[in-house]
């Protein structure tokens, strides 16, 4: 990958998890990751896993109706420090917890 690319979008795509593995072994500055309508493998888990350990600077990340996600794929994500958009749009979500997505969170009594 090359060092100044700082985003990437990835659509339509039957081999997305292949195309981010060859990804894995360069490392960059990428902010922002899309990816819309692929198929992550059959579990992606791992897939977001890597992404989020090898890119923490992420900024945006969408998984917008990609394929192989499971309820586990989502837990690397709140790691993800300046992350400040997320879409999950078409996505198989069964649970996520609501703080993922506040930054301060604070309690109202």
Known sequence: MAPALHSLMVRDRT?????LECLFHKHGDLRKLILENCWLGEDGTSLVANVVDLYPDLE???????????????????????????DLSECLV????????ERDPCLHM
């Not at 945006?60 to 997320?86: F, H, Q, V, W």
């Not at 069964?94 to 703080?99: A, F, I, P, R």
Request: glycine share 2%.
């Open 94 to 101: 069964h649970y996520m917890y609501v703080t993922l997505l």
């Open 15 to 19: 081999d997305a998890a292949h195309i």
């Open 60 to 86: 945006s990340l969408s998984l917008a109706d990609c394929d192989g996600l499971t309820p586990d794929t989502y837990n690397p994500i709140p790691r993800l420090k300046k992350l400040s958009e997320l």
